[in-house]
């Protein structure tokens, strides 16, 4: 069963569980992209959004959906991970949807994790996303701590494309694909949340009872820096899809 709220500025959609998550979230980025061939998307990496990418791929075997004239830009990169690496988001992205669809390579793009200079690297990536018009459809997870992208607590509700600092207990939460903790990268870059709340519309998707605080937090009370993804309660069209476990 389904349940559709509507908190504050946010349409909460909650499922009973993470296939339906999946494909729910899989019919609002399929119905977007069927209503604009040349949609722009943001795109999100982590457990979370595996089950859709896989919906997204199986319409696209099907012959249902086309991303041929599809342009993507990833929310974020681990810094020093090349794009060949197995835990870099390129890999994830290459390995989890883009190998699997019609989609050209070309137009997807993921922040560079080894740019000789990160700072202007990340702002030719904020131009990139101004000349592709924005973005017209971003999917988002969020973190145990209410992070969104990698914009950790603290992180301001204008801050942009940038290098951060992870913290511990991202660091913890995604040990889980490397093989060692030490192996996870202490740095990245991220879209900011000034550049997430750009994108026309939002779908964050939550699921797992880890998730449960986070989304609480996100959804009441007032947007404050301690859980970045309560921003988004300042965007117009944004829903949250989350499952039992996370509600
Ligand atoms: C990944 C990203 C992160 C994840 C979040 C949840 O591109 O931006 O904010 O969405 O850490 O990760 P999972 O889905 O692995 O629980």
Redesign the pocket.
Known sequence: MTEIKKIGTIKLIICDDLKNTAKHGAKIFAEAIRKKSDLVLG???????VELYKELIRMNKEGALSFRQVNSF???EYLGLAGDHPQS?RYFMNKNLFDHIDIEKSNTHVPDGTSENPDISCKQYEESIKEANGIDLQL?????NG?????EPGSSLTSRTRVVDLKEN?IN??AR?FSNKSEVPKKAV?MGIGTILEAKKIVL??T?A??KDAVSKSLNGKPNPNIPASFLQNHPDCTFIIDNEAS
């Not at 795109?43 to 959004?49: D, K």
């Not at 992070?147 to 914009?151: K, M, Q, R, S």
């Open positions: 795109l999100a990496t982590g457990g979370t959004p990833n929310l974020d988001y988002l997870g969020i973190g145990s992070h969104i992208a990698f914009n991202t939460d995604n694909f991220t998707i939550a797992g880890n998730k």
